[in-house]
């Protein structure tokens, strides 16, 4: 497995695993934010469990004549702490895939912006170019013919 590391535009790091499968066409682009995001969601998943399989342990069997009744069942706060942990972590997960599809789509609009904006110009200055050959040869044109007359002051030679 190769593992590359490239900088988009916006400045966030973009990690790409490439194994077999992934030459063939799919790329997983894995930001640092998204990786720690999906370890701390997977973290509370996994606290989650614990903590409900703890919780879920029926009482022990009820006491004899003359014995200390049971201890009073768990508490549910831990249940619920655990549960909100989990919830705003794969929340975060979701919040952050989305933070980078939008600041990669930005990127992929700055790129093609450019390269409209490369275009265009070059095509103005060619059809500027056409323009200035053409007015001398045109009917009206005061000048001697194929003469150009120069946009700005041409400096008079030593």
Do not use: K
């Not at 022990?60 to 009073?72: C, D, E, I, K």
């Not at 619920?80 to 705003?88: A, D, L, N």
């Amino acid at each position: 497995m190769l593992v590359t590391e490239r900088r988009e535009p916006s400045g966030v790091a973009v990690h790409s695993a490439q194994n077999a499968a992934e030459r063939t066409g799919l790329q997983v682009n894995i930001s640092p934010l998204l990786l720690s995001s999906v370890v701390a969601a997977v973290a509370a998943t996994v606290a989650l469990v614990i903590v409900a399989v703890i919780q879920s342990r029926p009482p022990g069997p009820p006491p004899g004549p003359g014995q200390m009744p049971p201890p009073t069942p768990p508490s549910d706060v831990m249940l619920i702490v655990t549960t909100g942990v989990f919830t705003v972590a794969w929340l975060a997960v979701i919040v952050v895939y989305c933070r980078d599809q939008i600041l990669r789509r930005i990127g992929e609009l700055e790129e093609r912006f450019a390269a409209l904006t490369a275009e265009y110009g070059e095509q103005r200055e060619t059809d500027g170019y056409l323009h200035g050959m053409r007015v001398p040869t045109q009917p009206g044109h005061s000048g001697p013919p194929g003469a150009v007359r120069p946009l700005h002051p041409v400096p008079p030679h030593e």
